[in-house]
């Protein structure tokens, strides 16, 4: 395969353009699926009846093809970014809620039994006790939902709102495999950035499990 470095090199800017489209359509959606999951993953585990029906629903959301559910919010949201971050929102949610509800799962009852014994109220709990010690499995499925969405979003552009999936389908109409190939390599790069970000979060909010493992 030749790759045509003369191109990419001219087109640095659009390809960077596109890379921060991608994102922004990527990202911005597991945000919104954090900020939806963590009230959900709460409640499911406050009344344990509550989680089948929840992850029933965000599984089924997650079993219809992307495109599809594209299809269906065009009628509402037209050609727009929202018509992508929408269900790519529904997407995360399959990922998040469980980790939300097995990370506050994780918490032992003798830790939730000593903050309430040193004063610790029910929100103040949740706030420093039960969420922080939560957040290892809450950022590992983070990751996954980032990953897999950064992967989805380039199926968006087949309605116009792809990011560097332009640059793919664009490639594949001009039987171009530069263009095809400098996309694909970045998309799996801002995967992989995204997922080292991530990690580094991960560590900076936990830091007695950096120093457990040093000593």
Do not use: K
């Amino acid at each position: 395969m030749d790759i045509d470095w003369g191109w990419i090199g001219e087109h640095t800017d659009t390809l960077t353009e596109h890379a921060l489209i991608h994102l922004r359509l990527a990202l911005l959606p597991v945000l919104f699926g954090l900020v939806i999951s963590l009230p959900v993953g709460m409640l499911c585990r406050r009344w344990a009846w509550l989680y089948p029906p929840a992850l029933t629903v965000s599984n089924i959301f997650y079993a219809i093809p992307s495109l599809a559910l594209f299809m269906v919010f065009i009628q509402y949201t037209g050609l727009t970014a929202s018509t992508v971050m929408i269900p790519l929102t529904l997407y995360s949610l399959s990922v998040l809620v469980p980790n939300v509800v097995d990370g506050l799962a994780s918490v032992s009852d003798p830790v939730r039994q000593a903050a309430t014994a040193m004063g610790f109220g029910p929100l103040r709990r949740l706030l420093q006790v039960e969420l922080p010690i939560a957040v290892p499995i809450v950022i590992a499925g983070t990751r996954v939902a980032a990953v897999s969405s950064i992967s989805l979003v380039a199926v968006g552009q087949l309605i116009g709102q792809g990011g560097l999936g332009y640059d793919i389908i664009r490639g594949y109409q001009l039987q171009f495999q530069t263009q095809i190939v400098a996309a694909t390599v970045l998309i799996v790069l801002l995967a992989l950035v995204t997922d080292a970000i991530l990690v580094t979060v991960q560590r900076l909010l936990t830091p007695w499990a950096r120093a457990r493992m040093t000593s």
